[in-house]
């Protein structure tokens, strides 16, 4: 184990060397055209994909000194680009992604005010996105650093989630050993895998969720508390990005007084001081960052109001509220909660129990992968295995309770086990959990790593607090800094509406290389991978089952059975609106990133979903661009 424990203390280059080879690794990947028949396998959850996960990793690992650093995260590394190839050359489409790329249904929502802040506008107050602004500013960061190029920019957010989970995987690998962290990374990865290619938050929370695990373990191994402050911040980012178990935080400040008591039975400065970096973090990534980056009456976190509702009446899901109430008003809903419970409390603890029976059992818990109900059975006995873990591991915390590790743990399950009532599987399945899954998965790791390998006393990981922290650093300024920056410093384009007959209506976009698809037709051969997807591909992994899903995407398929057609997701400038812009791709020849495009186009409604133009003249503009308000 003590060949394992330490970052490779060679020189300058050789140390770079172990960070740069993993990315460029990925790199090659997602460059080259691999087809989509031999990557599907590496795309979804499957038992024996997930037992070939978990011995590549524990392979990985056991070679020596600084090799398994580069081998592990260039697996991770490897493992997620095979996702975005497979998306990127078949066209998978689903009800959060059409084509292998482009942003659907709530995607729709971040990508679209991430271009009102690339624009120098404030987000939409009526728009999802002003319930968790964070990953919207990010998205816009992102975007801005590849000129627009969506495609690019979901590249990179793939490249730095996984950065940040190999430093967690680490730090277990460190201290509990080469299986304990095949198992943690396994795990982690399957829990993360369906949103990879995606517009969704889960990713920005993981990312976070990983660092802040890294800062607040190392801290309760050194009993520092500038590293503990550190870890509170970050991890306050991740459930302000992806909202999740909020009540791990009043236990994490329980457990500081009790972790940092010295000779004492309690500090009460030191949970004081947890208290306040909480209070501070949470003003300012939340109050402070919404009122700067979204139009008042926006209202942070408004859909826990849905959420809560649907617990008080007995669990009946996200959507009861409008169903019954008919209002989508966040304090609206909150009152009607609150008297709904004073007349009829006994439903809110019926609620509880189906949110901790969904938590935990197959299909929609923890470690309910989807595998399509194939193999019932053998999901059954993973289920039961890993559930046994996480049991194991939970009674092995509790008797090592001395231990800042081991306390540590058990205050972060108890702290997410009591806000599962309020977060209920029902409403978005496991993935609510995605920014504290780390403080999940260790403790079956644990487990396992404790069954051939003690855990070390002595091992602080505090080596990798460096990069753990500047990675922090990084994605704070990402998400935080420089959205305000963008916000203030962009200038938003203002066009002269073109004059439209009939019933046509006026449009006006910008279109950028990496943020639109062409569906080619079956008779043309320059097809295969984004941006030209043939259609029979598009076609065949078409798996959109909702009604108004396959509504939404009727027209792209009539227009492409004729000729090449291109689908652009944007704001029109005109408006301010988001709207699917679909016309022929040969109008859009000879256009340059960046290009402001007007024409006219007919409107087609789609019931809940995003309207569509379609495109029936276009012409390059020369835009003016006016000074901020």
């Known amino acids: ?81 095979l996702k975005l ?24 929502d971040y990508y679209q005010s991430a271009g009102l802040i690339s624009m120098g506008h404030q987000i939409a107050n009526t728009s999802l996105s002003a319930w968790r602004p964070l990953f919207a500013g990010f998205l816009a960061a992102i975007l801005s650093l590849t000129h627009q190029n969506f495609q690019w920019a979901l590249a990179i957010i793939v490249a730095l989630l996984g950065i940040c989970l190999c430093l967690s995987t680490y730090y277990i690998q460190n201290t509990l050993g080469s299986l304990a962290a095949a198992l943690y990374a396994t795990l982690t990865y399957f829990f993360i895998q369906p949103f990879i290619g995606t517009a969704y ?59 940092f008591r ?20 949470y003003l300012t990534v939340n109050l402070i960052y919404d009122r700067l980056m979204v139009q008042p009456g926006g209202a942070p976190f408004g859909n826990f109001a849905f959420t809560l509702y649907g617990q008080v009446v007995g669990g009946a899901g996200y959507n009861w509220a409008i169903k019954t109430l008919g209002a ?50 053998l999901d059954i006995v993973m289920w039961a295995a890993e559930t046994s873990l996480l049991l194991w591991g939970l009674i092995r915390s509790v008797r090592k309770i001395s231990s800042p590790l081991s306390s540590l743990r058990v205050a972060c399950f108890v702290g997410i086990f009591i806000s599962i009532p309020f977060l209920p599987p029902i409403d978005g399945g496991i ?24 855990e070390s006393d002595r091992v602080s990981g505090s080596e990798l607090l460096r990069p753990a922290l500047g990675c922090a650093i990084l994605l704070s300024l990402l998400s935080v800094v420089v959205p305000i920056v963008i916000l203030h410093w962009n200038k938003a384009p203002v066009v002269e509406a073109p004059l439209c007959s ?24 320059s097809c295969g991978r984004v941006p030209e997807l043939c259609l029979r591909d598009f076609q ?87 000074p901020n308000p």
């Open 201 to 259: 938050t889960e990713q920005l929370g993981l990312a976070f969720s990983c660092l802040g695990f890294v800062l607040i373990c190392v801290a309760s191994r050194t009993q520092n508390i500038r590293y503990l402050i550190m870890g509170l911040a970050t991890l306050m980012i991740a459930i302000s990005a992806r909202a999740g178990a909020f009540l791990i935080f009043p236990v994490l400040v329980l457990w500081t007084g009790w972790a």
């Open 85 to 108: 190839s497979f998306l990127w050359s078949s066209g998978y489409s689903t009800d959060n992604i059409i084509g292998g790329l482009l942003p659907f249904r709530d995607a729709n």
């Open 431 to 454: 993935r609510i959990y995605a920014s504290t899954i780390p403080f999940i998965y260790v403790i079956p790791a644990m487990a396992l790593g404790g069954i051939f390998n003690q």
């Open 328 to 377: 989508r008003n966040p304090a609206v809903i909150y009152r009607a909660a609150g008297l709904y419970f004073l007349a009829h409390p006994i439903s809110f603890f019926i609620g509880a129990a189906k949110a901790f029976r969904d938590f935990f059992l197959p299909q929609s818990g923890i470690f309910g992968f989807p595998s399509g109900g194939t193999n019932f059975w």
């Open 262 to 281: 010295g000779k004492g039975r309690f500090s009460i400065k030191y949970a004081g001081i947890s208290a306040i970096t909480v209070v501070v973090a």
């Open 502 to 525: 009939g019933d046509q209506v006026p449009f006006a976009l910008t279109i950028h290389p990496g943020s639109y698809i062409d569906l080619v037709p079956d008779r043309e051969t």
């Open 540 to 626: 065949t992994n078409l798996k959109a089952n909702d009604p108004s899903d396959q509504m939404e995407i009727k027209p792209f398929l009539t227009m492409a059975l004729l000729n090449r057609t291109r689908i652009i997701p944007a704001n029109d400038l005109l408006t301010g609106q988001y709207y699917f812009f679909v016309g022929l791709s040969q109008d859009f020849q000879n256009d340059r990133s960046g290009d402001v495009l007007s024409g006219c186009a007919t409107s087609i409604v789609i019931p809940k979903r995003t309207t569509i133009y379609q495109i029936v003249s276009v012409n390059k503009v020369s835009p003016v661009f006016a």
């Open 1 to 81: 184990m003590n060949r394992h424990n330490k970052i490779p203390s060679g020189g300058q280059i050789i140390a770079l060397l172990y960070a740069l080879v993993p990315v460029l690794i990925y790199i090659l990947v997602l460059l080259l055209k691999i087809p989509y028949s031999l990557t599907r396998f590496f795309s979804f959850y499957s038992i024996p994909f997930f037992i070939l996960v978990l011995v590549l990793f524990y392979a990985a690992f056991q070679l020596p000194r600084g090799f398994h650093w580069m081998a592990g995260a260039s697996l991770t590394l490897i493992l997620l680009a």
